[in-house]
């Protein structure tokens, strides 16, 4: 009878909860979080068999203890998870960022670092919370694993191999290269898609241009109806590299004003042929490319 | 029997094609391009009864013609049109940009443009070309009419009407606003999603954050696989009101990154919270928000 007992139980961890139970590495399930609602919500849904407000009262009899709330909390709820720990029960998380993350682990966990190993599904819904919770998310989905200095090689393995039944691939890379690349790939993004709703939104216009907004414009922002919270703290605890980023894009941006300033065609056909050609090749795993309406 | 030709057969013209002939506006089809292979493909998909590479050839029998040609491109094809345009034809185009495109429309076509009525049907696909052509593109989505001096209402009617029955439908404005608010939701975010994908794609590593990427970036990107020409041809034609958007978005950028750079998480969770209130909030016609996967 194995116990999983989630601390931060929203789109992520509840889908966690449903897929390992179904993939058979944990028989029970308690959810833990500040809110009795989504507590209940979870109950109702099925994702936990008992649910918390209490960290302690959750790990107590767990065996294994998913770490799902946003990032700058971590260290905190790591560090009550150390408290009640059992020997020999494993701790894993789901964090957006890396270095800070491990750090914060590090710091928390203190001796019983040892019996904690990262993941990082890259797997997400539209809709946030536990209410959204599925089972299937992490299908044929990409599981980053980071491992570093002081982590135990079979605790890490045995992370690894449950996502790999619950039916997700893994990756194995350093926490700084995760870091630097999901950076590009995906914390980037999510700062541009907030950063064009918010610009739109607080013009007198709003209402007006956004009801014009065709499918190229909801794929676009799509990712700016994820979690502010969840976001703030990826880029508060992953900032060298956004910042970066963001640099080098808005550098990017400069020099496309300026072609269109300067009504250079060529400098703007040169830049998008070049996307175009790199965004047509790209295969993404699952998600097979289709003819998808989008906004002419 | 009703002949329509489509100047310029891409998804857009081919889709419409299909469309209206579908709903019965017309009988027979001759589709106009410079490729061969284009209007072989045209041909064996049936999008086209006809094809010739000549626009007066198209042009002389057609009841409707359509110019679906990139923006750039259109003044010189409506001056074709003219010297071969039967009386009481009609002549509409689907370009994305309205002032410049009714301004070519009145310079090529001369005393015939009040033969004319514009049309920007809101749609479109992730894969260009003929190929894709689809006749269902139009269901349900908007397609703005921008009746300007000298057009005859009821030719601005009977396009109108036609794209009613081909199952769009018509919201009015004037050209002036129509590029102000696609400049926003729709010109701007193809800029950006090009910018993003050309700068990851000039970096040594792109490939091993390309193959990362999720389907957050996916759709982020989604619009960046869009056609380099047409879109060059845009931001040309439109290019007032898309510098002027592109300038505040990179104000707003510029506000990001000081965010970020000085851990100001306040500020970062405001601008965040601000935007995801507003998408969430955003109903899509035909587009119904579900839960679609995401990257975390």
Request: proline share 4%; glycine share 8%; with cysteine.
């Amino acid at each position: 009878m194995k116990k999983m007992a989630v601390i931060g139980c929203g789109l992520i961890g509840g889908s966690m909860a449903l897929a390992w139970k179904e993939a058979g590495i944990v028989d029970e399930v308690i959810a833990c979080g500040p809110h009795e609602s989504t507590l209940k919500i979870a109950k109702e849904k099925g994702v936990a068999d008992n649910t918390t407000t209490s960290v302690t009262e959750a790990v107590q009899d767990a065996d294994i203890v998913v770490v799902a709330v946003p990032v700058l909390a971590m260290e905190e709820v790591f560090t009550e998870i150390s408290k009640a720990l059992k020997p020999g029960a494993i701790v894993t998380d789901v964090g957006s960022t890396r270095k800070t993350v491990i750090a914060a682990a590090r710091k928390g966990l203190k001796e019983k670092f040892s019996q904690y190993a990262p993941g990082h599904p890259i797997a997400g819904g539209e809709l946030p919370g536990v209410a959204h919770a599925d089972g299937d998310l992490f299908k044929e989905k990409v599981v980053i694993s980071t491992p570093d200095d002081g982590m135990k090689p079979e605790v890490v393995e045995f992370i690894e191999e449950a996502w790999k039944k619950a039916g997700a691939k893994i990756k194995v890379m350093t926490p700084q290269v995760h870091d630097e690349i999901f950076a590009s790939v995906s914390h980037l993004p999510h700062v541009l898609a907030y950063a064009l709703v918010d610009m739109i939104a607080k013009e007198s216009s709003a209402q007006e241009k956004l009801t014009m907004a065709g499918a190229g414009f909801r794929d676009f922002t799509r990712i700016a109806a994820s979690s502010p919270v969840m976001w703030r703290d990826i880029c508060l605890t992953n900032r060298e590299a956004i910042s970066k980023e963001l640099r080098r894009y808005r550098h990017e941006l400069e020099e496309l004003q300026a072609a269109i300033d300067n009504s250079d065609g060529e400098k703007l056909e040169a830049c998008f042929e070049n996307a175009m050609k790199n965004r047509r090749g790209l295969v993404f795993p699952a998600n097979t490319p289709k003819q998808e309406k989008t906004n002419g």
